[in-house]
């Protein structure tokens, strides 16, 4: 039985890689940030981390691009489909069961069991937040560019769909497709609406705006999403003045190079997003929302990081004196 729901979770893993290398991936650099962006919310701790089989996804997306798929290939595949819609119904869903809620900016897809005022819901905290990201990001739109794309918000059934169909690691609570525009998630009590959704969106926001192959930071990548938090955004100062004072503060020049992975020390990573949160707060709150819109705008034009920050806030010659300057600030704040 054990080895049974294996194969199938593989199965469903590989149908998700075939179906994105059908998709087409248009270059190695938009798998990578694609790989970056794939990114998940992790709500028990409090932190958000990329998702590695979003990243086992774009790699074998890649390798569909080079190698394009045979006869033989797209017959098994057929085979594979045949079987899963013949017998299989895993965690008591069958996985293109969708209901369909359309509003002006958004598709929500959701699952039968799932309320349709739960979808309603969705929408109407989606649209209001999307509202609210682009004002925070300080980005004057029209949100035309939502209308024609509909970003698209999956809502699994619980956990366990989630997990089995969506394809998403154990520990996950949402994540966001930002190539797609689609966000998938469930429904969990508390944080869906303040958290999760904000935080996912922030990333579809951010990247639609500064564009997909803008080099950042991950710390300011998630950063961004997590200020969509309001919760955490204003709890984030205090978990870093705590850090400063016993020792374990690491400072942004090391924070930038620093990549998280499954295995990745569970506190390192939630430092490494209180952080990330407490940086972008800082930046926009003390330095202002205009300075900040000139920043994305610097990164959407091809600017690396370093030389984006340094032209706007002209301070802030390296990433340590930004550093430097946020430290003083949170301990004179203390
Ligand atoms: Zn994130």
């Known amino acids: 039985m054990k080895k049974d729901k294996f194969v199938l979770r593989a199965t469903l893993r590989f149908l998700a890689a075939a179906r994105r290398a059908n998709e087409g991936i248009a270059s190695r650099r938009a798998s990578d940030a694609e ?7 992790q709500r028990n701790s409090g932190r958000v981390a990329e998702a590695p089989s979003e990243r086992g996804s ?3 997306a890649e390798g569909g691009k080079n190698r394009p798929w045979s006869e033989r290939n797209k017959f098994v595949l057929l085979v594979i489909f045949s079987a899963l819609w013949a017998g299989a119904s895993f965690a008591g869903q069958t ?14 897809y959701y699952r039968p069991d799932v309320p349709d005022d739960f ?12 509202q609210r990201i682009t004002d925070n990001m300080g980005i004057i739109d029209d949100l035309e560019w939502a209308a024609e794309k509909r970003i698209k918000i999956y809502v699994y059934s619980d956990h366990d769909d989630f ?9 996950s609570h949402g994540a966001a497709l930002v190539r797609l525009a689609k966000i998938v ?7 869906f609406f303040d958290a999760i959704l904000p935080h996912e ?5 951010f990247r639609h705006d500064i564009g997909l192959s803008a080099a950042v930071p991950l710390w300011f990548e998630e950063g961004v ?12 100062d205090k978990l870093v003045r705590e850090a400063i004072k016993n020792g374990q503060f690491i400072p942004l020049s090391r924070l930038t190079g620093m990549r998280l992975y499954r295995n990745s020390n569970s506190q390192i990573v939630d430092l490494f997003y209180t952080e990330s949160a407490s940086a972008v707060h800082y930046l926009i709150t003390q330095w202002g929302s205009l300075e900040f819109t000139m920043l994305l705008n610097e990164l959407k034009s091809g600017t690396p990081f370093d030389k984006a920050l340094h032209k706007v806030y002209l301070r802030f010659e390296t990433i340590d004196d930004l550093n430097q300057a946020w430290v003083d600030y949170l301990q004179v704040q203390s």
């Open 35 to 41: 790989a970056v962006r794939a990114l998940n919310f």
């Open 58 to 60: 774009a790699a074998a």
């Open 95 to 108: 996985p293109d069961a969708w209901q369909t809620l359309k509003g002006e900016h958004f598709v929500v």
């Open 119 to 130: 979808a309603q819901t969705t929408m109407d905290s989606a649209e209001n937040a999307l």
């Open 163 to 171: 997990v089995t169909n969506g394809h998403q690691a154990l520990w």
């Open 185 to 191: 998630t469930y429904p969990e009590a508390g944080g």
């Open 201 to 205: 969106l922030g990333h579809i926001v």
């Open 225 to 236: 999403a997590i200020y969509q938090e309001k919760a955490k955004r204003l709890g984030s």
